[in-house]
C-alpha cells in the first residue's frame, strides 16, 4: 500500500496581509477551512501542517500533526520548490499533497478525485486549475484564436491556468526532475469560487462574500 502524505506549508509572518492564515473568515479562522477540507481526503495516511512557529498548534483540529520547519523558510524570498524539498527530505512517502491555507474553498472531492488519477490511471502528478475558454492573448498576440476567423466562445481553444489550490506528485517527481508538476499530469478543473486565492486586503473583502454566499447555499462546511 502506497504511502500518502499531505503537506500544509504556512507562516505566520505575512507581508501583503499581516496576520491572514489566523484571520476570521465566517467565524473561522481562515486556516481552519483548509484543515478541515484535507480531513475528509480518506486516502491520505499522515497529514502535516508545515510551520516555524509553534503557536498554530492552537489552530490544530482534525488529527492534523504539526511538523517543525526551519524559521529560514519563512523568508520573503524563499521559493515554494525550496518548502517542498525540505519537507520531502523530512517525511518519505510515496505521494504528496501540497494544499494551502490561503485559497479556503478547496473541496475534498476535487483533492481526493485528482488522486485517484495519480494512485489508478497512470498520471505522475496532477493539480487544480480553471479553464478559460475567452479570447487570450500572450506576449502581444493572440493565443488561441484567429483575429481573421472569431469563432464563438464556445468553440475556442480552451486555456488552462494554474490555481495553486492543490498539487499532487509521485516522490520521483520531486527527487528526480524538482518538480511539482511532473511530465504526465492530470489537470483537475475547478470553479471560480474554489479557486478564490487570498493574498491582500481586497481578496479577503472577496472571499468573505463568497463564503456568505456559500453558507447561504448550504454548501460551506
Known sequence: MEKIVSFIPIKLNNQRLPGKNLMELEGRPLCDYIFHTISKVEAITDRYVYCSDESIKGYLNYGLK???RDEYLDGFQVKGLEIIDHFVRDVDADIYVLTHVTQPFTKADSIAGALDKVLYEGYDSAFSCTQIQDYCWYDGKPLNYDRKDIVTTQNLQPVYMET?????????VFTELHQRIGNHPYMCVIDAIEAIDIDTAEDFEFA???????KRIGALT
Open 66 to 68: 504539526f511538523l517543525k
Open 164 to 172: 495553486g489550490a492543490f498539487f499532487i506528485f509521485r516522490r520521483e
Open 208 to 214: 468573505k462574500v463568497a463564503a456568505q454566499y456559500q
